[in-house]
């Protein structure tokens, strides 16, 4: 591993100054990812940045708009919140199938989305429930949904001198179910994630969010899946089409997890399950 | 380039003048000479490097010991009390959960965590909550068997 200097600012100010100023950044937050990238050499710093002195990014305020969840926020500081169990029981699902005990004391929600891994487990829930983030930086902030904020595997529009603050989640309309495919439970990567919400109204969709992880380039929300479920009712026969309509929507890859043609599979199975489940 | 870091590990305080790339592992293991921290995968895979963080069990290999400032770090070292085994551990020995022992401090620490939150878990959560430590020679059966046992005869949490 390459030598750094590594700081521990306790303000955002603070933060965003040195990201400035330091050369060769790399923030870190739980360091889960970072650390392996670091020890594997395919990162190399010559400046860590500690963001766990920044309260400000840690825990969640709830306002009459919704909830505004620190980008700080541990995986398990999720799994142990009554409040957001209560309020975002799927969310909380995705955290507490994220690997261990151990990686979800230290992952933190931000991380998890700015690492911009195709198949991170918080990312399509989060858009499922139009998460929008908070971005910041010296010369400001904006905001902006997650579904827009990732360029490729690994990469994010953040820009650099640009920080995660914060992730909003409007009030729920409606339940959102996340299942994972994965050969283990824990500690394994989604073969396929696989976010829906339904909101209904009078025995029909109102409002529909299909999105899908690990099976492209990005997690993305599947539109025409979204379009063929609203305003329909719920029939075995919509489940099915839904299910066919979303594999065809994905672009996966083949890799050492599992073939292109398994993931749609797996695709279709999901999206048709998390239904039946929400009927 | 180093950093002073202060903390304290089994209830003693520690200050230490650090490479910025130590993990915690390696400060445990080189600097305090705590061997009960193993070094397994070095990636967060098999938990056999478990300790807890501020009482909530991490991989040590995936921390760096800089990011430690001021927090209350517990090892297998720090586990019995008045040189007595911790019933847990009397536990792993009685009922067979040791073997080779590499991943038996891990293991241990991370079922602590798990009996102070939910001190009479089911085996489905104790299975849920192991599942980041590896074992190699036992099955699992005879580990989840300890910790459940002594779940049963550990009424109080105050104990774990």
Known sequence: MKAFE????????????MLKSKPNVKLIAGGTDLLLQMKQGTAQPETVISLKNVEELCGFSVSKNGYRLGAGMTLRGITRSNELTQNFPGLVYAAGVVASEQIRTLATLGGNICNASPSAD??????????????????????LSLSEFFKGPGESILKS?????????????????????????????????????????????????????????????????????????????????????????????????????????????????????LR | ??????????????????????TLLKMLREDLELMGVHLGCGGGDCGACTVLLNGEPVTSCLVLAVDCEGAEITTVEGVQQNSELHPLQQSMIEKGGIQCGFCTPGMVMNSLALLRENPQPTEVEVRQALSGNLCRCTGYAKIVEAVLDTGKTMTNSEEV
């Not at chain 1, 306790?10 to 965003?16: A, H, K, N, R, T």
């Not at chain 1, 073939?259 to 039946?276: I, P, T």
Request: charged share 25%; aromatic share 6%; with cysteine.
């Open chain 2, 1 to 22: 380039m180093k950093k002073i870091i202060s903390f304290t590990v089994n209830g003693a305080k520690q200050e230490l003048y650090l490479d910025t790339r130590k």
């Open chain 1, 161 to 277: 001198g640009e920080i995660m603050h914060s992730i909003f989640l409007p009030h729920p309309s409606g339940n959102m179910i996340y299942s994972k495919h994965a050969p283990r439970k824990f500690m394994d990567l989604a073969v396929v994630g696989v976010a829906v919400r339904l909101a209904k109204k009078k025995g029909k969709i109102n409002e529909a969010r299909v999105a899908l992880g690990a099976v492209g380039p990005v997690p993305f929300r599947a539109e025409k899946t979204e379009a063929l479920l609203a305003g329909q009712a719920l029939t075995t026969e919509l489940m099915l089409e839904a299910g066919e309509m979303a594999a065809g929507e994905c672009v996966p890859i083949d890799d050492i997890r599992g073939s292109a043609w398994y993931r749609k599979r797996m695709v279709k199975v999901h999206v048709r399950r998390n239904l039946e489940a």
């Open chain 1, 122 to 143: 918080m990312v399509p829930p989060l858009i499922a429930l139009d998460a929008v983030v908070q971005l910041v930086s010296n010369q400001g902030q904006r905001d």
């Open chain 1, 6 to 17: 590594h700081y521990a600012p306790d303000s955002i100010e603070g933060l965003l100054e």
